[in-house]
């Protein structure tokens, strides 16, 4: 089966909507753009918030929104600069990658994920988790957990420091 490409898929509604998210996705990734109005961008693009107005986002943080999948972000949450989200991943076998998997991300409340962090597959972080600097998280953090390093894993535990 082979698809040809018609002037008329490109200009569905559909093409518009997701043109539209992808244009205010990189318009919030912006340094000019307020931290305070970035939420506002983001849950137009799909990704969904507990409270936007208790989220701060920094410049450059990505999410990937381009896949069937959603991003949840609870209250509280620090996302530093330069942070990406992706909610897909490859399935590498003998003849290569020949499809992703997806899935949501789920962010709990009173999360801090440092700078240039990146989260890959679906995953939960539990409330209270603190991510380091240049992390790479691929599976579940607990709650009040200190996770840092590439794969991420558990330093300590909020409550013992």
Known sequence: ??????????????????????????????FFIPPAFRPFLLKRCGVKFKKSKTVFIGTNVLFDIMKKSNTH??????ITTGVKIINHYP???????????TGDIIIGDNVFIGMNSLIVKPVTIGDNAVI??????????????????????????????
């Open 91 to 101: 399935i590498i076998s003998q003849d290569g990658v020949s499809e992703f998997k």
């Open 1 to 30: 089966m082979t698809f040809k490409p018609t002037w008329n898929n490109m200009f569905s509604l559909r093409f518009f909507r997701k043109a539209l998210s992808f244009l205010l996705l990189h318009i919030s990734m912006q």
């Open 132 to 161: 380091g600097a240049g992390s790479v998280v691929t599976r579940d953090i607990p709650e009040n957990t200190i996770v840092a390093g590439n794969p991420a894993k558990i330093i300590n535990h909020v409550d013992k420091v």
């Open 73 to 78: 972000i609870g209250d509280n949450v620090y």
